[in-house]
């Protein structure tokens, strides 16, 4: 089945504790991206890659890293989370750019306390 | 002021009504426009693309695009209880680029 999945689900975690948000798509697309989704903001993109080896910078990308050394997976890194990053966060995917249909994958609900 | 205004909602309308979304930007460079769909708990799915204006229609749905006003539109025709699910506008400067959210607007279908 084509599918993008994220790992954790759910997560609560705590100021300062680096964390790992995986992402993986198994449609061998190209062109993969990070979204955070907060009431009354709407979906908002952290950041993007066209590519192996290559990533941007989305609308929010301050306390995000990013890296895409497999075409499959494209984790978020969160250094040194803080309470405001606690949000729900999306990684989508699509065969070349933006504009194709991009499947998302289920959410990942994370807390920082 | 947002790149992006999306009217938030709720909307609530009965089964069977044409159904109004909308959404205004401010960046003139924006040439691809986007409707999603998100159903609760759940991620967006792409439910129109167009590329600059015009129109574009795809069974009860009809995506209106008006580059000279800055203004986009999801028009659903008879609408049905499982239309009932947040709608986000988005859209992009060139293809592949940053992508930009409408917030959403919740909509509910009333039996």
């Known amino acids: 089945e084509a599918q993008v999945t994220q790992n954790p689900r759910y997560l609560i975690t705590v100021t300062g504790k680096k964390l790992t948000v995986t992402c993986s798509q198994n449609m061998n697309h190209e062109y993969m991206s990070w979204y955070r989704q907060d009431p009354g903001l709407g979906l908002r993109q952290i950041y993007y890659?066209?590519?192996?080896?290559?990533?941007d910078k989305g609308d929010v990308p301050e306390g995000y890293k990013v890296s895409r050394k497999e075409k499959r997976n494209f984790p978020l890194i969160l250094e040194s989370p803080s309470p405001n990053q606690t949000s729900l966060y999306f990684c989508a995917s699509s065969l070349s750019s933006g504009a194709d249909t991009q499947y998302f994958g289920p959410g990942t609900r994370l807390t920082v306390l | 002021q947002k790149e992006v205004e999306q009217d938030p909602g709720p909307l609530s309308v009965p089964e069977g009504a044409i159904v109004s979304l909308n959404c205004t930007y401010s960046n003139s460079a924006f040439q691809y426009f986007m409707w999603y769909r998100q159903y609760s708990r759940k991620g967006p799915e792409l439910l129109m693309y167009?590329?600059?204006?015009g129109n574009k229609e795809d069974g009860r749905f009809t995506a209106q695009v008006d580059k000279s006003s800055k203004y986009i539109s999801l028009f659903i025709r008879d609408s049905q209880p499982s239309d009932s699910a947040t709608y986000l506008c988005?859209?992009?400067?060139?293809?592949?680029?940053?992508?930009?959210f409408g917030q959403g607007t919740e909509l509910s279908v009333k039996p």
């Open positions: 167009t590329y600059s204006s």
């Open positions: 988005a859209m992009s400067a060139v293809q592949g680029g940053k992508l930009i």
């Open positions: 890659s066209m590519n192996v080896e290559v990533t």
